[in-house]
């Protein structure tokens, strides 16, 4: 078996459906076999593929466990050489899953490769990621990257070649399982974002190498499991991000974030006060963004739950 493609879906049924179709159709000569892991979806994201791709192994749960979890039921169950992870809003192009186990089985030292992401209309997305840092909650990302552009790489950049990089965005990621096997799989205190990262973080400490292939390209519809929950989502990347600092970093830095964090949500939150107010509340975009704020600063508020955690309020669940 070449490849294990692994998919965890979240009530994406069309984008599946796409993303399924794109891996027959771009398979070449590849042995693969298709795993699907479904969230408790409420759309008919599991009567689909029961019923057109009786070839993919449907784990259907009964509940959101999240997408690190849900990875790491298919990772036991996989038999590939490769484990490819595939997101259920991306679409593979030809060639690109035969060109990067070819990478992987010319560059042993790999641990795992991502390619370069586009959205629908060709444009690309950010396919790279730096470990997070202080350096930059405390200053714009964007002008990291315009200034220090071989440090903070980003989609600016015309790369013609093979790139190493500290992490790289998981939407479409082929990972090796003896990597897997000496750092572990993903750490299910994640539940939705930043579990990729801290991945190629624990491999990368472990000496392995980390890839962004710009040759290779996928076809990427960013966050539409959460395109309706946009405060919520906010909350969970925020707690992800400060589950990395306080796994990865000392307490000082941990500490030193959660702190600069609130004081940017709350000068955020007052500014789009302002707004509302100087624009008698007409503007769609100061109203979203004062409730997503909102939100945040109440859950620092009430100090930062866990998921687990349900007396805060439903709004705290994803």
Same mark, same amino acid.
């Given at each position: ?6 998919? #965890? ?47 993919? %192994? ?41 060109? $990067? ?8 030292? #790999? ?6 992401? $586009? ?63 000496? #750092? ?54 925020? %707690? ?17 974030? %959660? ?20 624009? $008698? ?14 939100? $945040? ?9 866990? %998921? ?11």
């Amino acid at each position: 078996m070449d490849l294990s493609v692994i998919i #965890v879906n979240f009530n994406t049924a069309s984008f599946l459906r796409e993303c399924l179709n794109s891996i027959e159709e771009t398979k070449d000569d590849i042995h693969l076999e298709i795993l699907v892991v479904d969230n408790n979806s409420m759309d008919e994201s599991v009567e689909m593929v029961k019923k057109d791709f009786p070839q993919v %192994r449907l784990i259907a749960n009964s509940e959101n466990i999240g997408f690190a979890q849900g990875v790491n039921q298919a990772l036991n169950l996989a038999k590939g050489r490769y484990f490819l992870l595939l997101n259920p809003d991306a679409k593979v192009l030809l060639g690109v899953m035969k060109g $990067l186990i070819d990478f992987m089985d010319r560059n042993k030292d #790999v641990a795992l490769s991502g390619v370069q992401l $586009l959205n629908p209309n060709g444009t690309k997305q950010n396919s790279i990621a730096n470990f997070p840092t202080l350096t930059q909650e405390l200053f714009n990302k964007s002008f990291l990257k315009i200034l220090f552009p071989q440090k903070y790489p980003s989609k600016y950049r015309e790369f013609k070649s093979p790139i190493e990089v500290e992490s790289v965005i998981g939407a479409c990621m082929i990972v090796r399982p003896e990597a897997v096997k000496q #750092v572990g799989e993903l750490d299910p205190k994640y539940f939705l974002f930043l579990e990729e990262t801290d991945w190629c973080f624990q491999m990368k400490k472990k000496g392995w190498k980390i890839y962004h292939l710009p040759q290779f390209k996928a076809y990427h519809r960013q966050g539409q499991s959460l395109i309706d929950l946009k405060s919520k989502g906010r909350i969970e990347y925020c %707690r992800s991000y400060y589950r990395f600092f306080k796994k990865n970093y000392d307490r000082a830095s941990y500490f030193l974030l %959660r702190a600069v964090v609130f004081i940017k949500t709350l000068i955020n939150l007052s500014l789009n006060l302002l707004a509302l107010i100087f624009t $008698l509340g007409l503007k769609k975009e100061y109203k979203e963004k004062f409730w997503i704020y909102s939100h $945040l600063l109440l859950w620092h508020l009430v100090g930062c739950p866990g %998921r687990e955690v349900q007396k805060y309020g439903s709004f705290f669940k994803i």
